[in-house]
């Protein structure tokens, strides 16, 4: 089976601009999750979606960043305005739903997307 | 909420040794999953084990194995005939219903 697919791979932004990145997950996985991952640090959970609804996004900086999933299916990820501290590889991970709880399933994740703001 | 604490950030191990990764956590809650996720430089992060907390047997998988102490909140992962190919980024992660994850053990492997 195909894997999760993101893109950009890299970019490179000024302070204060803005950027988006885009996610597809595995065909028939409801659940998708964007992690945000510092350099030297494990992944942070920004969002979490079940088909098209927010789940869980308790740690997603809302000034900033807004995210996306339009149709269950794809998703968006965008920072606006950019800050430096945003600098990160920023994973999109997906897994099925097989029981109440979402721990039941193995998160997939994508190659990520490496975002460096100057 | 729920935190994951790796202990070590760097370990290293000689090729076709054994070597040992310590990941503890907390949490009220008594049904959950534990997973130790790899990250190889510049790759895509991959699972190699997983644990239910209801189960009191360890978790194994080939040459990875887990040892899972429920009371003491702790799940270390053996890695025997440690090879070239398992140097990478080991992650602890906790999940109930949303996951998180520890902030990661880099392995070296020596030849």
């Known amino acids: 089976e195909a894997g999760v697919a993101q893109s950009p791979r890299y970019k490179i932004i000024e302070k204060r601009q803005s950027v988006a990145f885009w996610c597809n997950p595995i065909?028939?996985?409801?659940?998708l999750y964007w992690y945000q991952q510092i350099l030297g640090q494990g992944p942070k959970l920004l969002i979490q979606?079940?088909?098209?609804?927010?789940?869980?996004d308790s740690q997603l900086p809302k000034d900033r960043f807004s995210a996306e999933r339009l149709k269950g299916v794809d998703s968006t990820l965008k920072i606006q305005p950019a800050k430096l501290e945003d600098s990160a590889v920023y994973l999109c991970?997906?897994?099925?739903?097989?029981?109440?709880?979402?721990?039941?399933?193995?998160?997939?994740f994508g190659a990520g997307s490496r975002l460096t703001v100057l | 909420a729920q935190t994951v604490t790796q202990s070590q950030p760097e370990m290293s191990v000689q090729e076709a040794e054994t070597v040992t990764l310590s990941c503890t956590y907390d949490?009220?809650?008594?049904?959950?999953?534990l997973f130790w996720y790899k990250q190889p430089p510049s790759r895509q992060m991959i699972l190699v084990i997983r644990q239910e907390a209801y189960k009191q047997q360890n978790a194994t998988e080939n040459r990875f194995s887990v040892n899972f102490q429920k009371a003491a909140k702790s799940f270390s992962l053996k890695i025997s005939d440690s090879q070239l190919g398992d140097a990478a980024m080991y992650f602890c992660?906790?999940?109930?219903?949303?996951?998180?994850f520890g902030a990661g053990t880099r392995l070296t492997v020596k030849p």
């Open positions: 992660a906790y999940d109930n219903n949303d996951m998180r």
């Open positions: 065909s028939g996985h409801a659940t």
């Open positions: 949490t009220s809650e008594s049904d959950y999953y």
């Open positions: 991970a997906s897994s099925l739903e097989t029981g109440a709880k979402s721990g039941a399933n193995v998160l997939t």
């Open positions: 979606f079940q088909n098209n609804g927010v789940v869980d």
